[in-house]
């Protein structure tokens, strides 16, 4: 057998190779087609409107409003809004830094004094936490445990929830 004839062989064994993997990949995408008919099939038109109408309507009511919007009229559902973000150094090391987004979630439209009120306060909180506290999971743990305990007792059941967007050390 020679060099050439190895590589003919090779080259068959290539493309049978290529062959199979194209009609397994049109086989997994037509199964796919298939099944989402079936399933779509099975929910009937009205059924499809209003859940297309509920998943928008849910996106739309979720949105974030920031404090510094100048809306007129707010929505009566809980609403989600974003304080400025805290970036600051620890006082036990301040080669370190901290960058931390917040969010509140409120039943009523907070006053924008209260909030900035809030974010100073976290501001301050997080000025005192050494950087050991918060490495680690559980020291994230404890430190969003603190921070929306310190919310909580600030705004006297005007928040309901507290939402960490970003959380970077540097």
Not at 10 to 25: D, E, L, P
Request: glycine share 4%; hydrophobic share 40%; charged share 20%.
């Amino acid at each position: 057998m020679s060099y050439n004839d190895q590589n003919i062989r090779g080259n068959q064994s290539y493309k049978r190779f290529i062959m199979q993997f194209i009609v397994c990949t049109a086989i997994g995408i037509f199964c796919g087609w298939l099944g989402g008919i079936v399933i779509s099939s099975f929910i009937l038109a009205e059924e499809k409107e209003n859940s297309i109408e509920s998943i928008f309507k849910n996106f739309y009511n979720n949105r974030t409003r920031s404090i510094y919007a100048n809306d007129a009229v707010y929505p009566k559902d809980p609403q989600i809004f974003a304080l400025h973000p805290i970036i600051t150094n620890f006082d036990s090391s301040p080669e370190n830094w901290l960058r931390l987004d917040v969010a509140l979630i409120c039943d009523k439209t907070p006053n924008k004094v209260f909030l900035e009120i809030l974010h100073q306060d976290i501001m301050a909180y997080v000025r005192t936490v050494s950087m050991k506290q918060i490495t680690g999971s559980q020291g994230f743990r404890y430190f969003k445990e603190d921070v929306e305990e310190r919310v909580k007792l600030r705004a006297q059941g005007f928040v309901s929830n507290v939402i960490f967007r970003t959380f970077i050390i540097a």
